[in-house]
């Protein structure tokens, strides 16, 4: 690994930096840890594809694969103040996760994060109580939320003058980047933002995107809405949703939700999903619409 960081793993255990021939070991060791805590898998491999393919991201330093022999069964990663940890359930209770959360501590201090945090299913008590004995505290809730497509969702009511278009990709790029890091920073607490480079990596110039899934709002010639949307298995999944700030207390969100909803189902999903945070106050937005919380997560924070 090219870091400073110096960690002692449990015997019968390496470690090293992982290469993008080990993406399908990672993915598998990560969905094995979601299917073992909450009995569903949300990662996929474009995911962690999109993550080690950041400009600013340095898959040599700022992520580590353990090893028992050959076979890959945990793996962390440090992107700024964000840790993302996975060990998988064969191996968990060995001393993984507590070697991981050093190694993670020392790399975001390496960073120059003044914090260090990691989101965990309410479900994974082992990490929570290996979180909080270290020193994490709970900065905010994200919660899942799922909606059934049982019948075609009704046609969303736009304002007059708002009118709705699917996303271009080289067209729309930077502008849709543009509207939503300015409405995410209306958030209390929030993260430094994402340079575009790395957002468009994370969720635009990926293998999985289909274009005709985003679906953007206008008023005249002004983008003052995005649905980012794709397909997770039989899921339709809204990944980034956001109205402008001049536009918001019109509906515009509630319609942009209803319009993602029937390209889901168009397509044959039945299920549409999302996740929101407690520091955005959109909670509301979505139960309105009739969505419904299907698991909550935190996220556990440490001051460096």
């Not at 080690?52 to 440090?78: H, I, T």
């Not at 939700?257 to 029937?262: G, K, T, V």
Request: proline share 4%.
């Amino acid at each position: 690994m090219a870091t400073g960081v110096n960690v002692e793993f449990p015997d019968g255990f390496g470690a090293r930096a992982p290469a993008m021939e080990d993406l399908d070991a990672v993915t598998e060791v990560a969905a094995a840890g979601e299917l073992a805590v909450d009995g569903v898998v949300d990662i996929a491999a474009d995911d962690i594809r999109g993550h080690w393919q950041r400009p600013s991201f340095n898959l040599s330093s700022d992520a580590v694969l353990v090893l028992r022999g050959d076979r890959p069964v945990a793996y962390a990663e440090v992107a700024g103040g964000r840790a993302w940890v996975h060990v998988h359930p064969d191996v968990q209770g060995r001393g993984l996760g507590t070697a991981l959360l050093t190694w993670t501590e020392g790399r975001a201090r390496e960073l120059g994060a003044e914090k260090v945090g990691q989101t965990k299913s309410d479900n994974d008590d082992a990490a929570i109580e290996l979180l909080t004995a270290n020193g994490y505290r709970v900065r905010w809730t994200t919660w899942m939320f799922q909606y059934r497509l049982d019948d075609q969702p009704p046609a969303p009511t736009l304002p007059e003058g708002i009118t709705l278009r699917a996303f271009e990709l080289g067209r729309d790029d930077r502008a849709v980047y543009e509207l939503i890091d300015v409405a995410f920073s209306d958030w209390p607490d929030r993260d430094p933002s994402m340079p575009f480079e790395d957002w468009a990596a994370s969720y635009l110039y990926r293998e999985d995107l289909d274009p005709e899934l985003t679906l953007l709002l206008e008023d005249g010639s002004e983008l003052v809405g995005v649905s980012h949307c794709r397909v997770y298995g039989d899921e339709g999944w809204v990944e980034q949703i956001a109205v402008k700030r001049s536009h918001r207390g019109r509906g515009l969100g509630g319609a942009l939700l209803r319009a993602s909803f029937r390209r889901f189902f168009d397509r044959g999903l039945r299920r549409a999903g999302l996740s929101t945070e407690s520091r955005t106050g959109a909670r509301g937005v979505y139960e309105h619409v009739g969505m419904q919380v299907t698991r909550s997560f935190k996220r556990y924070s440490k001051d460096l």
